[in-house]
């Protein structure tokens, strides 16, 4: 299995970015895809995420409203399109599969020991 990330970069704060992520080795159709953050000295956050069927999302509070996490089954690739970002947003992100077509109550889908196999990361920098 593996996850490829990208789209990370260094933008004004109020800008935008696309991040990619393209998934192999699993059936991607029947994956629960997320996106964690890392920023220096602080563990590893909730982002978003996106059901294998595609009709749940969820996002972390903070960053609801200005991110969507979106799917591309036919490419084997999510999301994350980030808009208004913020200095806070500077992280390195991270993209992570669920590829057991598993369904989530509550909350579940946030939860980071769902996700199997995760990327090697993309970093965003945001100036203030």
């Known amino acids: 299995v593996q996850l490829q990330a990208s789209g990370g970069g260094m933008v004004q704060a109020g800008g935008s970015l696309r991040l990619s992520c393209i998934v192999s080795?699993?059936?991607?159709?029947?994956?629960?895809m997320s996106w964690f953050r890392q920023a220096p000295g602080k563990a590893r956050e909730f982002v978003a995420a996106i059901s294998w069927g595609g009709a749940t999302s969820q996002y972390a509070d903070s960053v609801k409203g200005r991110f969507t996490i979106s799917r591309d089954n036919a490419k084997n690739t999510a999301y994350l399109q980030m808009n208004s970002l913020k200095p806070e947003d500077m992280a390195v992100y991270y993209c992570?599969?669920?590829?057991?077509?598993?369904?989530?109550?509550?909350?579940?889908?946030?939860?980071?020991?769902?996700?199997?196999?995760w990327g090697p990361g993309t970093l965003v920098t945001v100036s203030s």
């Open positions: 992570g599969v669920d590829p057991r077509a598993r369904t989530y109550s509550g909350f579940g889908i946030r939860n980071r020991g769902n996700y199997l196999y």
């Open positions: 080795g699993v059936t991607f159709s029947r994956s629960s």
